[in-house]
């Protein structure tokens, strides 16, 4: 018998470029992971009308509504919660996670990083990557903990920098790399949490 897919979240601020990677992923039979719902915590953000394009339940935690970052993410709790996730995809969820939230999702929340963690932790990375003469940068796809993009890096991929390169050309040629990378990632977090039941 195969094992039951693990039910998925996904948090998003905006476009939804990843997020569509990982519903179209999911809608294979074969992928380990069901994606059960997506969070925005901006009510206007584009990702919305792509996942109900896909025919993804969605929902908004609008974090203006809330007086403090608890009352807002005690709110995504809760919304996970009644979407009975069992494991959350950040993509491209423009806001950092207190310790609360973190140590309730440990191990079953996950997080794509425009860098080559441990390189260029937070924002602004392709900039940092050109200013530092890299050769390369790239995308990371990390467990989230307390500390910012700090997590065990599960996989990532490279693209080279070239001398003419502007941190939009970059982020424009990273951007496929991320959409293959993402996937590939959930589904082996994805067949690691099967293991452990």
Known sequence: MA???????ILISGRGSNM????EAAQLET???????????????AGLEKAQALKVPTAVV???NY??????????????LSMEAELVCCA????????????NWQDRLINIHPSLLPKYKGLNTHQRAIDAGDSETGCSVHWVTEDLDAGAVILQDSVTISPNDTADL??????PIELSLYPKALSKVAKQIQSRV
């Open 3 to 9: 094992a039951q897919k693990v039910k998925t979240a």
């Open 20 to 23: 569509v990677a990982l519903v």
């Open 31 to 45: 992928f380990p992971a069901e994606i059960v719902g997506v969070i925005s915590n901006r009510p206007g953000a």
């Open 62 to 64: 609008d974090h203006k």
């Open 67 to 80: 007086k403090t970052r608890e009352a807002f993410e005690h709110a995504l709790h809760e919304q996970l």
């Open 92 to 103: 491209g969820f423009m806001r950092i996670l207190t310790p609360w939230f973190v140590s």
């Open 170 to 175: 970059l982020a424009a040629r990273l951007l």
